[in-house]
């Protein structure tokens, strides 16, 4: 049975094996992550700070190339997406694994919603169906 997420005006559905983390206060209650069995995460936030997509992007690639070096960047069509919708895929390893982290922007009538997904290369094939279905909901 899927376990359900209920918060800051978002509701949806999620493997019942996966569980949230628990958020410091500096992170405020305007965002989850969802830590799978495996290692892998999805993350939503709500950007409130007034950045553009590039700036989101960009301090995201940042902050993974601060912790893991080389970090390669491309843009992604997903089925489903609408014209509020902006995607990127970012790849880089870590101990000699590719971890493919998944960057979603939906732009909302008065906010953003920032979802990463993220997982080794095999682990994110996995579970690509689940995310999926997850952005469906939140779509």
Do not use: C, H
């Amino acid at each position: 049975m899927p376990a359900t997420f209920e918060s800051f005006g978002i509701k949806f559905l999620y493997p019942d094996n996966w569980t949230a983390a628990e958020r410091s206060e500096d992170e405020g209650d305007t965002g989850v992550t969802l830590e799978m069995p495996s290692g892998g995460f999805f993350s939503i936030e709500l950007e409130d700070e007034g950045l553009s997509e590039a700036e989101v992007i960009e301090r995201v690639r940042a902050a993974i190339a601060e912790e893991f070096g080389t970090v390669e960047v491309s843009d992604v069509t997903l089925d489903g997406a609408g014209e509020n919708e902006k995607a990127v895929e970012m790849g880089f390893y870590y101990l000699d694994l590719l971890v493919v982290s998944r960057l979603v922007l939906i732009n909302a009538v008065a906010e953003t919603l920032i979802i990463q997904m993220q997982a080794e290369s095999r682990d994110f094939d996995q579970n690509e169906a689940v995310f999926a279905a997850i952005l469906q909901q939140l779509r």
